[in-house]
């Protein structure tokens, strides 16, 4: 172990620690709001069960505006929107409000894409067998897409992760903001090496473990 | 069993079906015939509804189904089976767990599922496949799988569209067998969508001769291979195109 780590192991741990807080949220929101948005924009679509080019139109518009702010304008412009749901604008906890934002409207898309590619015909299939839209979505669509929907999964909590660097900003922390501060603010180059080298063996572990459990899932 | 009564469908300024009444019989295999393009799948689609015709009526069992909607529009399908040229089973899932779906959207307990998921599996012949995924079978064992998911909760009515279009021959005749004997064990109705006559021939009993979103002709096959119809002189050339025999009546 380097020196440089051992000696400043404790920031390093504490500053791991942030990032997994923000890129964690950004998964539970990507799952837990992300999923069902992507769903929707997807059923909503032409041709599609719940065809509807209202909600459809105005959803995918959202999704794309948020998509097209650079992050770190995005983080800037939402600090009243964090300022009213977390009590203030500053530190981890008011980091992951920008976050889950990016997070629903980056993954969501993804799934919309993901379930473009479930063949039309089990679709109809499952319409003729009498099934409902939600026996359609847990029992059709997820289960043909759970390995894109997977990979996809993997891209987004990459792309997390790469988010979460810029969190600095607003004091939100985390090991990207560490390098920064620590290793190129403070001309200690060989830190800064280091983290990135401890940033790229995480996201190829998180490449590896997406890949190779998609792989798994896969019976098509 | 079946009735259509001068339905129509546009798909925007193209007429896909134009008023055709057609009525098919309890117990029967009914055959539709025609060049792509006819109508004949829209046809049949219409009669499980996944199609809706824009006009006319669609009576199944002397219910009208057309402005049936939500819960019992979904109930009405449980009973109104289909397979597909393109088998459309769920590549994630075993065999035992795509045959056991339709029991699963019934809401059959899972304990008494396996029984049921078994026999249809055994009457098809496919009960030691139980545990591949479809990926690893071929055409004809899908096709299989398709139909013993199809019987698996004894419907009325069995939809077939193009069924054995991407099979060779042989594989062919062992669906179409399979077919024969769902109709003749369980006295499930069956109506097969189909451009190659050889099909239509060798297992319906009346044929719907269709062309241009239109019925031309309804033909009925004898087992002894004599053929009546009402001919249209139209409706004659159409069955002769598509490879029909002369009337030997």
Known sequence: MPDILVEYQTEIWVSIGE????????ILAALFVGLPVGTFLFLCRKGQLLENQVAFSSLNLIVNIIRSFPFLLLVIFLIPFTRFIIGTAIGTAAATVPMTV????????????????????????????????????FKFLYVEARSALVLSMTTST??????????????????????????????????MIYIIIIMVVFVQFIQYAGITLARKIDKR | MITLHTVSKRFGSFEAIKSVSLNIKSGEIHGIIGASGAGKSTLLRMMNLIEHPDEGEVIIDGETLNHLKGKRIRHMRQSIAMIFQGYHLVGNKTVFDNVGLPLELAKVPKKDRAKQVMESLRFVGLETLKDQYPGQLSGGQKQRVAIARAIVNQPKVLLCDEPTSSLDPNTTAEVLDVLKRINEEFGVTIVIVSHEMEVIKSVCERVTVMADGQVYEVIEIEPTGVHKMEHSAEGFVKWLRLGGDVDHA
């Open chain 1, 19 to 26: 990032t997994f807080i923000m890129v964690g949220f950004s």
């Open chain 1, 158 to 191: 990459i792309s997390f992760i790469s988010y979460s660097t810029i969190m600095g900003v607003v004091g939100g922390g985390g090991i990207g903001d560490f390098a920064i501060r620590y290793g190129y603010q403070q001309f200690r180059t060989d830190l």
């Open chain 1, 102 to 137: 990016i997070a629903i409207a980056h993954y969501s898309r993804l799934v919309e894409q993901s379930l473009l590619d479930v063949p039309k015909g089990v679709m109809e299939a499952a319409v003729s067998m009498g099934a409902s839209i939600k026996d359609i979505i």
